[in-house]
């Protein structure tokens, strides 16, 4: 009984190795994964269809309209005013009460003072304000990068890790079925049976871990870009 368990275990060793006799090979990291242009690309899509960059522009848009019209307001302090006088016969009496000699018409200009000084530093302010709003916008450029560049790392992360966890899952459904099939033999211990039962089970729950981590960080990268991955190209 016990050379033939050692033969198992020789036998299930080589079989479930896949470089038995060498060294370990080293998997390879995520550097090698990744993909500057897809990034930049994955960049591009938050910018343009994030909501909050939308929001950013709208708020611009709207103080470059107010700065418009306090430009087109420069009129407003003069006041222009005009009195028609009929040049009938019978009208052409002076009026003694509010000494009216002319006839025709008259034209007159006033000028709010108060209202005039203030345009210029109301010009300047809703400048300040477009400017404002931009700088906001350059700064969330930046943020929004670094969160675009964080997602897609951490996407590529599970992409390795899923590819690791199908790895040890298969290996592990392989040994439970060698294990299987030595103990219905009595080749193996039920212990032994036991033992390749929790490897499997566990090996299959971290594929599921996995798989949820992939799907979970492939969605937190679409709420950046508002498009499937697979979408853009």
């Known amino acids: 009984m016990n050379n033939k368990k050692y033969i198992y275990f020789f036998l299930l060793f080589f079989v479930t190795s896949s470089n038995p006799w060498g060294t370990v090979k080293a998997q390879d990291g995520i550097l090698s994964e990744i993909s500057y242009l897809y990034l930049n690309k994955l960049i591009a899509a ?3 269809n994030y909501p909050r960059i939308k929001n950013y522009n709208s708020q611009i848009k709207a ?4 700065l418009s019209g306090i430009k087109i307001s420069w009129l407003e302090p003069f006041s222009f005013q005009y009195v028609s006088r009929s040049n009938d016969a019978s009208s052409n009496l002076v009026n003694v009460t509010t000494a009216d000699v002319l006839n025709g018409y008259q ?3 006033s000028v ?3 209202s005039l000084l203030a345009k210029p530093s109301q010009i300047k302010r809703a400048k300040e304000q477009v400017k404002m709003v931009e700088y906001e916008l350059e700064e969330y450029y ?8 964080t997602r897609y790392f951490t996407y590529l992360q599970a992409q390795k890790s899923i590819a690791a ?7 592990a459904e392989n040994t439970l079925n060698i294990v299987k099939t030595a103990y219905q033999k009595a080749e193996v211990t039920l212990q032994d049976f036991n033992d390749a039962n929790i490897t499997y089970n ?6 599921l871990s ?3 981590a992939l799907l979970t960080a492939k969605a937190s990268l679409e709420e950046l870009t508002v498009q499937k991955l697979e979408e853009i190209k």
């Open 46 to 48: 938050a910018k343009e």
């Open 165 to 171: 966890a199908n790895s040890n899952y298969l290996d």
């Open 112 to 114: 709010s003072p108060g």
């Open 210 to 212: 996995a798989e949820t």
């Open 107 to 109: 034209f007159g200009i």
């Open 142 to 149: 930046l943020t929004l990068e670094t969160e675009v560049k």
């Open 202 to 207: 566990t090996a299959y729950t971290n594929k």
């Open 63 to 66: 103080a470059k309209n107010d």
